[in-house]
């Protein structure tokens, strides 16, 4: 049973192929991989390895999903075995691009509940007149399950749910509208914090330096760190992670475009939006904001476990620097980016587990959804349980 799905506009194509690429480590894991790695020292690596490594992978892929459509082929294993049928490995090989993709997606949809239950939380004060360490410790609580109730698993499961249904809309009718919806969103919600954290003035609602200061730090090139083996390959891993290569997202969705489609312009374009969101946006909101209000040495510390400390336990205490109605603005904006981010790749790893089912099995899109959720349900129940 052949897949007739196409993308309904070009633009929708390009938008939720940057959705897809476009996750949220764009905003809390490339900001502390350059702070760890030598500020503008690491985009210098990062950029380079986009151009040479990149963009010749988003064009490797994308042209493979096209081949694979053009024979109705819209997974990994079937398009990697319509490339070399006499070969029948390449179809287990490519069995990775539908299991990483659950596995993955499940876990991205219970991240994604915690953006849409601290937008919840910024929006009813509930950080309001809250020390850094009470801040902290909520996080703490809610992640682990305790003195939160039954909150996070009940707005995970909305999230579960709200990706299944949005799947089973179809390509044009869910992902594409949610894409043309949540990617302007997001980058009108990043801009203006961009543009909030860069103009903190030392000295106003708590500050200790302007926001400038840490704007300069990400940007200012520590050549000693670009000659390390280290930094290139950090480099290397951004790249793969923020582009999603290698996952079969990326066939997947290229499976679908229209025979008269420009692949190599749609990947281009797909790929310099993910760059500008993440070099951008990414570089321009997180670090100028916390070290306006910690100062560098403190920020180069927490850096140290990770962006989910800085995104989830210290921006909605900072946030609280700007008064009660500007904080939970700025609580919307953040957590709306990074649900927005979130939804739009999680719904990029459903799809090839839609078109693995529908194509291979002859199955509605009603039956693999349910597949789909069941499986994601067990190993995000697993994941908790654990």
Known sequence: ????????????LILAMAGNAVGLGNFLRFPVQAIQNGGGAFIIP?????????????FIEWSMGRFGGRHGHHSTPFILDSMDPKRVIWKYIGVFGIFTNLAVAA??????????????HSISGSFSGQTSAQIASFFDNYVNLQGGGFEPVIV????????????????SGGVEKVAKIGMPLL???????????????????GAIFDGTVGLNFLWTPNFDSIWSAKVWLAAAGQIFFTLSVGMGSIQCYASYVKSKDDIALNAMSAGWMNEF????????????????YLGIDKVVEMTQSGGLGLGFRTLPYLFQQWGDTLAAVAGVFWFGLLFFAGITSSLAMGTPCMGFLMDEFGWKRALSMDIWSRHSYFRLTHRIIL
């Open 187 to 205: 980058i009108l919600f990043g801009i203006l914090l961009a543009i909030k954290g860069v103009t903190i003035k030392a000295g106003e609602q």
């Open 156 to 171: 995970w499961l909305f999230c579960l749910a709200l990706n299944t249904w949005i799947l089973s809309k179809g390509l």
């Open 46 to 58: 990062y950029l380079v390895c986009f151009l040479v490594m990149g963009i010749p992978l988003l």
């Open 107 to 120: 876990y991205y949809c219970y991240l994604e509940s915690w953006t849409l239950a601290y937008i919840w």
């Open 277 to 292: 969101v993440e070099v951008v946006l990414g570089s321009s909101i997180l670090i100028p904001i916390a070290i306006g």
């Open 1 to 12: 049973m052949s897949n007739k799905e196409n993308w309904g506009s070009r633009v929708g």
